[in-house]
């Protein structure tokens, strides 16, 4: 307030400065760039339409050829399996590296440490190749007879071998997601649940899990979207994904541009679901706290509004105000 001004100057000057009615100026500058951004992206797509190297009508072609959806149906059947072995393998393994066992936290330790440390093409090459080491695999007691036994090719096929390369490799990056989603949980949840006599077991799945799922949820989106990308990689071990099925028609026609448009597009469209599919996921695991903040602010605002308006009606002594 202005002590230059009386009670009913000051009254005036408040009404004036009412925010109710403002209006945000206009940002010259942030029009401009959107203007240049999407002139940009009009001139690219316009060069890409309209370059023939493309061959589009190539790509329209084999589109949704039968072997192309054959490899597609391939590649999204892996990236369903692997995630599912992964996310299992790598809760159990946060759960380890969580325990009061040094056994249990040094060997979930080790395993994280060296399927991390490998890359993903490595491994699915010598799961390919595992027969070279070990002609056969057996189950038996240790330092005893074996019990079973089966020749390593029979086991591992290509369909096998991009499995286990997939799912196990997740599982390392699972496995730390989901710690760092348990760990985000107040340490108070935990303490509750031990005072009521719950197992760990139970806390765990009725208490712990479902509050970390915020946590989890974008990053696990991530890993599967990248797992999508990952799956090209089983195409050295012969396994017909979608770039296999792409690089063996191409190796056919030597239309090598227009079909690896065709793979492009389609692991672009899956993606783009997949985004969309992880928004609404994380839309209903945030509603909670979304709805708490929106409660603690609602009243705030409420007074606020009133006491805008109690003044700019003069319904407040001016010495209170001061």
């Keep these: 307030m202005n002590p230059a001004l009386s009670p009913k100057d000051d009254v ?7 925010v109710a009615h403002a ?37 329209g072609q084999w ?17 369903v399996v692997a995630m599912i072995i992964g ?42 190749n595992l027969s070279t080491l070990f002609p056969q695999i057996s189950v038996g007691i240790p330092f005893g007879p ?33 710690r760092g989603g348990l760990l985000s949980v107040d340490s108070g949840q935990v303490e509750t649940t031990q005072a009521f006599g719950m ?9 712990i899990i479902p509050q970390a799922m915020r946590s989890i949820i974008p990053p696990t989106g991530n890993q599967l979207i990248s797992m999508i990308k990952a799956t090209s990689l089983v195409s050295v071990i012969a396994m017909g994904d979608l770039l296999y099925s792409v690089q063996a028609v191409y190796n056919r026609t030597f239309e090598i541009i227009p079909l690896l448009m065709v793979a492009v597009l389609w692991y672009l469209l899956v993606t783009s679901i997949l985004n969309v599919g992880q928004s ?27 006491t ?15």
């Design 12 to 18: 005036t000057e408040l009404a004036l400065r009412d």
């Design 23 to 59: 209006r945000q100026p206009i940002n010259y500058g942030r029009w401009l760039m959107w203007a240049f951004t999407l002139a940009i992206t009009l001139k690219f797509g316009w060069i890409v339409a309209n370059n023939k190297n493309f061959e589009w009508h190539v790509v």
């Design 63 to 79: 589109f949704t050829a039968d072997s192309i959806l054959r490899g597609l149906s391939v590649s999204l059947g892996l990236t």
């Design 87 to 128: 996310v299992v393998i790598g809760l159990l393994l946060a759960v380890a590296r969580m325990s009061d066992s040094k056994l249990l936290v040094m060997l979930s330790s080790l395993y994280i440490w060296f399927f991390r440390g490998t890359p993903l093409l490595v491994q699915l090459i010598f799961w390919y």
């Design 146 to 178: 074996d019990l079973v036994s089966w020749k390593t090719n029979d086991l591992i096929t290509p369909l096998t071998a991009a499995i286990a390369g997939l799912a196990l490799n997740e599982a390392a990056y699972m496995a730390e997601i989901i």
């Design 199 to 207: 197992t760990r077991a139970r806390a765990l799945r009725r208490i």
């Design 280 to 306: 609404a996921i994380e839309r209903y695991y945030s509603r909670g706290e979304k709805g708490s903040t929106a409660a603690a602010k609602a009243p705030r605002a409420k007074d606020a509004a009133e």
């Design 308 to 322: 805008a308006t109690d003044i700019r009606d003069g319904s407040i002594n001016m010495g209170d105000a001061r």
